[in-house]
């Protein structure tokens, strides 16, 4: 199982851009699937989730600004970012509870730069 994630870059503040993560190979069924960032000097917190039925929850700072969904069909999680700040800067990984046939676990994209800057 592999998770791929893609669309960080440069943006200016203000701006948008929209995250992709594609869950491919052995799978059975995916539960929640969501994003983390890690800004530079920080930890790593959570930003939004999506469970399989539809259910969201975010990060209160970007509740308004980010919305999350996924593609059920295509075994893949969005994050719509609008009215990007500054401190929205940081390294975005998205993750997924999938079902193989024989086991549960929690995998790991790799992470996508976003830079939030003018």
């Known amino acids: 199982v592999q998770l791929q994630a893609s669309g960080g870059g440069l943006v200016q503040p203000g701006g948008s851009l929209r995250l992709s993560c594609a869950a491919s190979g052995s799978i059975f069924s995916i539960n929640d699937m969501g994003w983390y960032r890690r800004a530079p000097g920080k930890q790593r917190e959570f930003v939004a989730t999506v469970t399989s039925d539809g259910s969201t929850q975010y990060l209160d700072s970007v509740k308004g600004r980010f919305t999350i969904s996924r593609d059920n069909a295509e075994n893949t999680v969005y994050l719509q970012m609008n009215s990007l700040k500054s401190e929205d800067t940081a390294v975005y990984s998205c993750?997924?509870?999938?079902?193989?046939?024989?086991?549960?676990?929690?995998?790991w994209g790799q992470g996508t730069l976003v830079t939030v800057s003018s």
């Open positions: 993750y997924a509870i999938i079902r193989t046939r024989y086991e549960g676990n929690v995998y």
